[in-house]
């Protein structure tokens, strides 16, 4: 089946500083969602992406999905506390199928 | 709030017990997903409906089943529970379709002791 891999399964961020988490697959990818789960919470869409090359941003965050349409890649800049949580990226292959769900970057920060 | 609801938002039982989950969607939302996270793990899909019908299948289990009245809420069967079944049980809601934006319930935590 298809796999969406993502990168860092963890990521400890000293506050106000930037960090990246990345998502690949093997296969060319219809579109990309981002979402966030706060810890004791529900995951909450963040954004989607649809074009090859397209960039995204949300006040600090800054999302990109790659130019083959493989990867996508979310970019948090001066981390806040508030950033804690994990971050999914799902996945589908072609417009209709199934949206599949990566296995999330948990993000802890450093006051 | 997403206007998802979900009940009960805990659930304690024991092993070999049956329990039902259910879930009511936003208003005008006609698909459901049912995933399972466990512990500080990601989102493991169940199924979908479709107003109605069955739409897709993930990794659930034989002992599970689900689902969707003509109101369009749904519920969630989980028999013969085993220890391994306690995880966070969420529902999903989407317009249409299979890659739309998903909203998620709050949950509900499932416990078997």
């Known amino acids: 089946g298809q796999q969406v891999m993502q990168i860092p399964q963890y990521q400890h961020v000293q506050e106000g500083e930037d960090f990246t988490t990345y998502c690949n697959s093997s296969?060319?990818?219809?579109?990309i969602q981002w979402y966030k789960q706060r810890p004791g919470g529900h995951p909450v869409f963040l954004i989607q992406?649809?074009?090859?090359?397209e960039v995204k941003k949300q006040k600090r965050l800054t999302f990109q999905f790659g130019e083959a349409k493989k990867n996508s890649s979310l970019h948090i800049t001066a981390t806040q506390t508030t950033d804690v949580g994990t971050y999914f990226c799902a996945a589908s292959k072609a417009a209709g199928n199934k949206l599949t769900f990566g296995g999330g970057t948990r993000v802890l920060v450093k006051p | 709030d997403s206007g998802v609801t979900q009940t009960p938002k805990h659930l304690i039982t024991a092993t070999g017990q049956r329990v039902t989950l259910r879930c009511s969607p936003r208003?005008?939302?006609?698909?459901v997903y049912w995933y399972q996270q466990s512990l500080d793990q990601g989102l493991q899909f169940l199924i979908q409906?479709?107003?109605?019908?069955?739409?897709a299948k993930g990794n659930i289990l034989e002992r599970f089943s689900a689902q969707q009245f003509p109101d369009l809420h749904s519920e969630l069967n989980l028999s013969s529970l085993e220890l391994g079944d306690s995880a966070l049980y969420f529902c999903a809601s989407s317009v249409v379709g299979r890659t739309d934006t998903q909203y998620f319930g709050p949950g509900t935590r499932l416990t078997v002791l």
């Open positions: 208003s005008g939302d006609l698909s």
């Open positions: 992406l649809v074009k090859s090359g």
């Open positions: 296969t060319t990818l219809s579109n």
């Open positions: 409906y479709y107003n109605g019908e069955e739409r």
